[in-house]
């Protein structure tokens, strides 16, 4: 169908949502070709679109759907209506509706449904299908997207994202859904229980149990922002109760689906820390925290040498494993069972501590769905210890099987102590192990490209590095992994092989000397990201070779996405 043909069918539907109607009746014909051009997907990372009318947007007649083919897929597994499926949402402009709508679905079809009260973290969620040993979970939220956004994941049993043959499956079961718009809703909350406080103490009861040290000093500030978002739910509360000096920042700790006191809702851009720095620097705190609307990623950031220096992903998740090593040895404890798991655009740093920690490490695509699953696939046989994620996000404890800000603030207040009795800030003890293990710089590069239009530039960008040799001026290339294919060639040898890993639309290459570049498309919002990772003897060479990676890759990259 045509998008105008599209548009006609939304005309036609008898009690259209009111909101809906009148945006409909608003749209130019620019607007309806956005708006109907194509299909929102439901993809690895569920459903991820702006709100408002139309079949490439967000809105209550593609969650019915959506639910409808996912509590369909759901019903194939023994006892899953009685097993029942956790929902929990964020504060963005329409996650209640969403929430209650897919409780309605669902317990239209016959499931129990446990429904958060309010507005919780994605990590509470994951924890909670786990702890209510319920057979899949949904969480509404567009995480750190911006305001107009919001978005619909799903979980299975072991409260981990889905892996891309479930989401198959799941988009198979969504697809037979043919009449969106009279999907059966219960009328009434009949099987739905409510969670509230009881789940909260069993979740924050699980996460500050990752304390290894309740005793080092705590005589410093922090400034707390959860960016609107549902960190404000318990995270400064729970930091004060274990006896940090927490002061959250007061306007942005509301329900505001607007994020009217913030410049950005993701705590990987800098401008999201502007108004916890002001307060830091009011009441003279050393440490700031961050979290982003759906509290599954943590940013972090501290006073070295008078100016405040805000920490990457890679550089937190890097001091949290050091130091949980650190405790290991102190304990003497054997670590050569133990796994840390990551993904292949992350940093490298963290595999050359457990390569001397003489612990197992693995690689796989990006998404933490993947550091979930195999943590359930070493359950009985090996350890997990520690799962991270360049994006903000990492995991120490696996009874939660998503990215925990939670238990990263717990475990980051720690190491900001632990390293303040010595005398040391958190850059300083990065300094240290650069010290130990050379200098590596992180960087990205998220190229924006809107649209129906912005799709096609990137997946033609992706197909000319999955199909052409390049070559850069200033690095020698040794590796290419095209993930699209499922093949890793030596440049060196010309020997290639097969990858262990699934197919996805992902190029890496290996330079010389430990350095690397990714390029992906988002799973979650309209970019080519590029990821870079720099290995040099001191900062000042890794910032100049970084200058020089960026521009070269990114020489080749812009005019193919003109």
């Known amino acids: 169908m045509t998008y105008l043909e599209k548009t006609q069918v939304w005309k036609n539907v008898k009690n259209l949502d009111s909101s809906l109607k009148k945006e409909l009746e608003q749209m130019s014909d620019d607007e309806l070709k956005e708006a109907f051009g194509a299909d929102l997907e439901f993809g690895t990372a569920g459903l991820r679109g702006i709100l408002g ?10 969650v019915r759907k959506a639910t409808l083919g996912f509590g369909r897929y759901l019903a194939q597994f023994d006892n899953a209506f009685t097993r ?21 679905v669902l317990t239209k079809m016959g499931f129990h449904v446990y429904l958060f009260e309010d507005l919780r973290p994605t990590p509470e969620l994951s924890f909670a299908v786990r702890a209510n040993h319920s057979i899949g979970g949904i969480m509404i939220t567009a995480s750190h997207n911006p305001k107009e956004y919001n ?6 049993e072991e409260g981990c994202q889905l892996l891309p043959e479930e989401v198959s499956d799941v988009i198979h079961e969504i697809n037979e859904v043919t009449d969106m718009f009279n999907v059966p809703l219960s009328e009434d909350n009949y099987g739905i229980t409510f969670m509230g406080k009881e789940m909260d103490d069993l979740f924050i009861s699980n996460d500050i149990s990752v304390v290894k040290n309740k005793n080092y000093k705590k005589d410093f500030k922090i400034t707390y922002t959860p960016l609107h978002g549902t960190g404000q739910v318990f995270i400064p509360q729970v930091l004060q109760s274990l006896g940090y000096d927490v002061t959250p920042v007061a306007e942005q700790m509301t329900n505001d689906p607007e994020f009217s006191a913030v410049k950005t809702s993701n705590p990987e851009n800098k401008s999201a820390f502007d108004e916890a720095i002001m307060l830091a620097d009011k009441i003279g705190a050393k440490v700031v925290l961050a979290t982003d609307p759906d509290a599954d990623r943590l940013g972090v950031g501290c006073i070295h040498n008078g100016k405040w220096e805000l920490l990457t ?9 050091d130091y949980l090593i650190k405790m290991a040895h102190k304990e003497n404890k054997d670590l050569s069972n133990s796994y ?28 933490f769905k993947y550091v979930g ?15 991270y994620e360049e994006s903000y996000g990492c995991l120490v404890k696996d009874t939660v099987r998503d990215k925990d800000s939670l238990q990263a603030c717990v475990l980051l207040c720690e190491v900001a102590a632990y390293y303040y009795e010595q005398g040391k800030d958190m850059v300083d003890a990065l300094e240290d192990i650069y010290k130990e293990y050379g200098f590596y710089k992180d960087s990205i590069s998220n190229i924006v490209l809107e649209g129906l239009e912005g799709k096609k530039k990137i997946n033609s960008a992706m197909d000319y590095f999955k199909t052409h040799d390049i070559k850069l001026n200033s690095f020698n290339i040794i590796n ?25 639309n992902v190029v890496k290459y290996d330079l010389e000397g430990g350095s690397w570049f990714v390029l992906r498309p988002s799973g979650t919002e309209p970019k080519l990201k590029v990821y870079y990772q720099i290995v040099a003897s001191n900062s000042d060479e890794a910032d100049e070779k970084m200058a020089l990676l960026q521009k070269e890759v990114l020489d080749i990259v812009m005019p193919l996405t003109k």
């Open 373 to 387: 699953d195999n943590a359930k696939k070493i359950e009985g046989k090996s350890e997990y210890f520690f799962g």
């Open 84 to 104: 029942g499926v956790c929902i929990a949402h964020d504060n963005r402009r329409m996650s209640r509706e969403f929430a209650l709508d897919s409780s309605h």
């Open 480 to 504: 290419k992994l095209n993930v699209a294919d499922s093949t890793e060639t030596n440049l060196v040898t010309g020997e290639t092989v097969a990858s262990d890993l699934p197919k996805s």
């Open 151 to 156: 978005g619909y994941k799903v979980y299975n």
């Open 340 to 367: 840390m798991f990551s993904t292949i655009v992350s940093s490298s740093l963290p595999v050359e501590i457990a390569k001397k920690a003489n612990m197992k490490y693995k690689l796989s695509l990006t998404g």
């Open 53 to 62: 009318a139309g079949t490439n947007r967000m809105n209550i007649y593609l």
């Open 313 to 321: 992903g890679n550089q937190s998740a890097t001091l949290i494993f």
